[in-house]
């Protein structure tokens, strides 16, 4: 384990999306350090099998359907959170939705869908989770990405989604800071073997991320999950209002090629 066995004894987690793909796999990191685990997602299908992992790491799990896009919805989700599992330590908020389009065909409720999800659902699951994350000093991580740090085609209401996202983490990093709320994000790059990259990239882009990321491959939900496990945990006490890159480099080498020189790649 990176991390000592106990960093999360004693305390509790909501995971939106926490069903599948990275979001499942910080659910059952946080569990394995102790955590009980709530989470929440449209279809009972993705959660009940990943709520009988948490509980197999002996940590209480509860699993809730619901829409992170119906306020009401939301409430109830954290409603039965706190009363299962006694209050509310940690939010994460990583559900969302995305699929290839460009702009010029993207219709007012494709654009909507995704903004709708990612965006305002984590406002919704963020409001219904302040009064309980106040009373225990909490901590509240949002999934980001990095596609709106360039102009990446065909994402546009992606992009738009997540700069939105990033906003609302350093908005309530200093609003909700006195009542001793950290909140704080992580923009992953593409993480193999998930939904998120089934979708946005085929064989050859695959390989081309693989071959232009300096860390030289792409990243596994462990990369994601350990630096979740970090920032929920009290070694990051002092650190609010941060997006944490984690994608091995990948970002920053965009639109660098020109620079590479043919023959050795020495630059210049
Ligand atoms: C164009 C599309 C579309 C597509 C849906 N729409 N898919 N438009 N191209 N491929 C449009 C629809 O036509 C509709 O608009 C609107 O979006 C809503 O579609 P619905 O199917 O009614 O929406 P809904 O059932 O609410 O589903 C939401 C969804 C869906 C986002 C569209 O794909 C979903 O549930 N996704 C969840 C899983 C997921 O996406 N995981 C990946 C996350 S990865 P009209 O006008 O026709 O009504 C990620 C970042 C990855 O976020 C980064 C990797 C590097
Ligand atoms: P994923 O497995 O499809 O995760 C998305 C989750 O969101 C699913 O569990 C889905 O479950 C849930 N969800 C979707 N719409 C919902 C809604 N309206 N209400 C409640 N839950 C909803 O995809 P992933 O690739 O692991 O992505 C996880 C997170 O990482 C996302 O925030 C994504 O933007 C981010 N990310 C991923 C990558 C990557 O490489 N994969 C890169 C950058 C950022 P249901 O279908 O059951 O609702």
């Known amino acids: 384990m990176t991390f000592q066995s106990h960093l999360l004894e004693g305390r509790t987690a909501l995971v939106t999306g926490g069903g599948t793909g990275i979001c499942r796999g910080i659910a059952l990191e946080l569990a394995r350090y102790g955590c009980d685990v709530a989470i929440t997602s449209r279809s009972s ?27 009401t ?48 659902g984590t406002f919704h699951c963020a409001k219904a989770a302040l009064p309980h994350l106040r009373r225990r000093r909490g901590v ?3 999934i980001s990405a ?29 609003e909700w800071g006195p009542y001793g709320i ?9 993480i193999a073997d998930t939904e998120g990259v089934r979708r ?3 064989d050859a882009a695959k390989t081309r991320a693989e071959q232009t990321t300096p860390l030289q491959r792409l990243g596994l939900v462990k990369d994601v999950s350990d630096a979740a496990l970090f920032l929920c945990s009290d070694a990051a006490s002092y650190i609010t209002g941060h997006t944490l ?5 990948l970002w920053l080498t965009a639109s660098r090629d020109a620079f590479a020189a043919p023959s050795d790649g020495a630059g210049g």
Request: with cysteine; hydrophobic share 50%; glycine share 12%.
């Open 45 to 71: 299908e993705h959660l009940d099998p990943t709520a009988a992992e948490i509980r197999a790491t002996g940590c209480r799990a509860v699993a809730v359907a619901a829409d992170v896009r119906d306020p």
């Open 73 to 120: 919805a939301v409430q109830g989700v954290v409603a039965k959170t706190v009363e299962e599992l006694g209050g509310l330590d940690i939010l994460v908020n990583g559900a969302a939705g995305n699929f290839l389009c460009l702009a010029e065909n993207l219709s007012p409720n494709g654009f909507g869908a995704v903004v709708d999800i990612d965006l305002k």
């Open 140 to 142: 509240m991580l949002n």
């Open 146 to 174: 990095t596609l709106h740090y360039l102009g990446t085609p065909a994402q546009l209401h992606v992009a738009s989604a997540k700069a939105g996202v990033d906003a609302l983490t350093r908005v309530l990093a200093v």
């Open 182 to 190: 950290r909140v704080n994000g992580i923009a992953p790059g593409p």
């Open 200 to 202: 946005l990239l085929d």
């Open 245 to 249: 890159v984690v994608d091995g480099g």
